[in-house]
């Protein structure tokens, strides 16, 4: 892909998937196919919440005194908040905010609901629109103004070892999610100085996109008791005696739907994963006028028991070549299609196309085995797309040595560079600006010896830079 920019720009249009000719910057329509791979990616992750959170749903509208209350929390978003300052001709006694994210619409109720241990814990989420007014470049589904696929957990605790272990909770769902998708993902702690405001850390999720710079795909935020002094949120323990609560946030957004088409397009233009992709199956029946009718009593059978068995599938019929439909389906991405003619029926067998590989595969058909086997290519699609895109991050990550060799690195290879870093945050924040890179943050899990390979001082983490988005 030469111009990913230019690519994905184009892809959005072609694939159908959303019309970003929207009159307000940073605001998109979503088309109907977008739409339905933005819905089976929220099923997906959604029925994963659902084994331990529950679904609620909290207004829009924030009052300025709430979203004011923390201090560090509003200074991170001040810039970026849209605010409603009228009702009608009237002015409003107070301004309201529409959501940046939801800390402050949600943890005035929590404040409410908790009174004893016995309210806790607490695990919701909500799939909401947010709104940012982002200064950096805007682009559809990367950096929108409106979030139109915010889905956020809030959870909250009577002690910070759960607290700690929700953590793990969160981490363990998003790759899940992100191993379903067959995305690519690089864990690491966010730097001081890029944690979300109000947060005791964040642990982020990036993805290398195919122009070498990292997409920050998801972040779980341990909040400690930050907001619960803030908004009081106590609980009565058995001495009657008033608790703060420990708090986790994590959430997603639009980048994830980003990151599936980044990860796995291709010239030909999109390719789906079947978890996310609106038909798994794509049916063209190849007819002739005289044997029309034995083609077509085929291929509505197979539709039908592709359709019975849970695999969303569909059949092209249009009027029009056959080979016009290949071009057209293998633009939008559909993972399998699956041709049948006169002679495929007469030697009874099907023609699979693979739009990962492009690999045709001439199947035997037996009536019986036919759902199996098609999902068996199905399923062998999703993991031959999670280990091509994984070795993709992973030939796009680096170690290296000296401070020379990390712009070098990012110059010639794009992607992560990892090196062995002090942790200070002006050390870091001069590495930030002497290479116009960022500190993606360190991975904890790492032990290193040796020094700093800028300041020369005792190396206490593995860090991880980048050109981001
Ligand atoms: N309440 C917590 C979960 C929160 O708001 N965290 S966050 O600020 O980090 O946002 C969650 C995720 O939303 C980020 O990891 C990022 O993937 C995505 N996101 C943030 N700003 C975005 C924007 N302008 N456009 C698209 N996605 C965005
Ligand atoms: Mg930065
Ligand atoms: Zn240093």
Not at 354 to 361: P, S, V, Y
Request: with cysteine; hydrophobic share 35%.
């Amino acid at each position: 892909m030469k111009n990913f920019s230019e690519w994905f720009h184009n892809i959005l249009e072609e694939a159908e998937i959303i019309d970003s000719r929207y009159p307000i910057k940073g605001m998109s329509v979503w088309l109907p196919r977008g739409f339905q791979i933005r819905k089976n990616m929220l099923n997906t992750l959604e029925e994963m919440l659902n084994k331990e959170h529950e679904e609620v749903l909290f207004p829009m509208l924030i009052p300025q005194s709430d979203l004011a209350k923390e201090a560090i929390y509003v200074k991170g978003f001040e810039d970026e908040v849209y605010w409603v300052t009228k009702g009608g001709a009237n002015e409003l006694n107070e301004k309201l905010a529409l959501r940046p994210t939801s800390e402050t619409s949600i943890y005035p109720m929590f404040a409410l609901w908790v009174r004893s241990h016995m309210d806790l814990p607490i695990k919701v989420y909500q799939t909401v629109s947010t709104f940012r007014y982002e200064t950096k470049h805007t682009r559809p589904l990367i950096r929108v103004r409106e979030i139109t696929t915010f889905n956020e957990t809030h959870t909250v605790h009577a002690t910070a070892e759960e607290a700690e272990e929700q953590m793990k909770t969160g981490i363990q769902i998003y790759s899940d999610l992100f191993d379903k998708l067959a995305v690519p993902y690089t864990i690491s702690q966010r730097p001081e100085w890029d944690k979300f405001p109000g947060s005791e850390y964040t642990i982020a999720f990036d993805m290398i996109m195919p122009d070498g710079k990292t997409l920050q795909i998801g972040t779980v935020h341990n909040l400690g008791t930050t907001f619960a002094k803030t908004f009081d949120i106590t609980y009565e323990d058995e001495q009657s005696e008033h608790q703060y609560v420990y708090q986790t946030t994590y959430g997603l957004s639009d980048r994830v739907i980003a990151a599936v088409i980044a990860a796995h397009g291709d010239e030909k233009g999109l390719v789906l994963p079947p978890i996310v992709a609106p038909e798994e199956v794509m049916i063209v029946p190849i007819i002739f006028k005289e044997n029309q009718d034995d083609v077509l009593a085929f291929t509505d059978a197979l539709e039908a028991k592709l359709q019975d068995a849970g695999i969303r599938t569909k059949q092209d019929k249009r009027d029009i070549r056959p080979g016009k439909k290949y071009y057209e389906w293998e633009n939008k991405g559909v993972p399998l299609r699956v041709e049948v003619g006169p002679r495929d029926l007469e030697n009874k067998k099907i023609v699979l196309n693979r739009r990962d590989t492009g690999e045709k595969i001439f199947m035997d058909y037996n009536e019986d085995t036919v759902v199996d086997d098609i999902q068996a290519v199905l399923d062998q699609i999703t993991e031959d797309l999670k280990v091509k895109s994984n070795k993709f991050q992973e030939d796009k990550t680096h170690y290296v040595e000296s401070l020379k060799a990390v712009s070098k690195t990012i110059n010639k290879k794009g992607g992560i560079v990892t090196f062995n870093w002090c942790g200070d945050t002006e050390c870091g924040k001069q590495i930030e600006e002497e290479f116009n890179i960022d500190i993606l943050g360190t991975q904890p899990q790492v032990e290193v010896e040796g020094e700093c390979i800028h300041c020369g001082k005792e190396a206490k983490h593995r860090a991880l830079v980048s050109k981001t988005y």
